[in-house]
């Protein structure tokens, strides 16, 4: 999907809402704007729904062109290192569905709805590609948003097999964008890799590795949309 920001605007430049879980996120991307003012960014709690719930009440001020969901998350082993850099492709609530003996049967299958939102492919290539001459190591693909952080290589292993082209798992894009996709607003996820997305060991955890590299993403932010 592809969207003009400035559509049915003449001459002004385009607001930004970043959502980031935590405030450690927030405040390495507020670090990294640098006091631009085109750009507000807040917290959306951890977990899909406290995201799309704080979100909502962000947008119902209607003065935002695009959302962004931000922040650290687990990479997908061969396709997000750590200190990487993932933009979304497409943003996929991966455990929303049901359970059964013989596999995972996601909403989509249902017939509930759909567990898949689309990015603007236009903004993502742009963003991808600036972050790439900023020589910043970065990697486009669907960035799953789960409830239960995955604990375990099996898991791992099943999530990259049922969504193909899975780069990276967090908590939250999929309830910011479901509440942008409600205001009828572009969204894009831009996460910086902290850990493998397998085996629950925290202090793997290559946090203020990840926040640099949020940081150093943020700066690039105000070139891209503007
Ligand atoms: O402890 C700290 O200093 C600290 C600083 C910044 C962020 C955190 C978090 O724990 C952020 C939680 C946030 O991170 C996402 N995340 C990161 N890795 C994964 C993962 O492997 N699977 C799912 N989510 C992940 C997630 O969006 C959390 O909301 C701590």
Redesign the pocket.
Known sequence: MNVDLHAGRKESSSRVLIMT??S??RDAVIRGLNGNDRFDVQLAG??PASAAARTMTALAAGKYDIVLSA????GFTGKAEVGSIVVSSEIVAADLGSETAEGFISVDELGFGSSRISVDDNLAARLTQALRSAGLPVNTGKVLT?ST??GTAATAAELAARVPGAAA????GYGVAFAANEHGIPVLEIRSI??A?GPRDRSA?R?QEA?QALEATSSILPEVFK
């Open positions: 879980a935590v450690a996120e951890v977990g922040g650290i998350a687990g789960v952080t995955t798992e967090a908590m939250e902290s850990n997305v955890w946090i926040l």
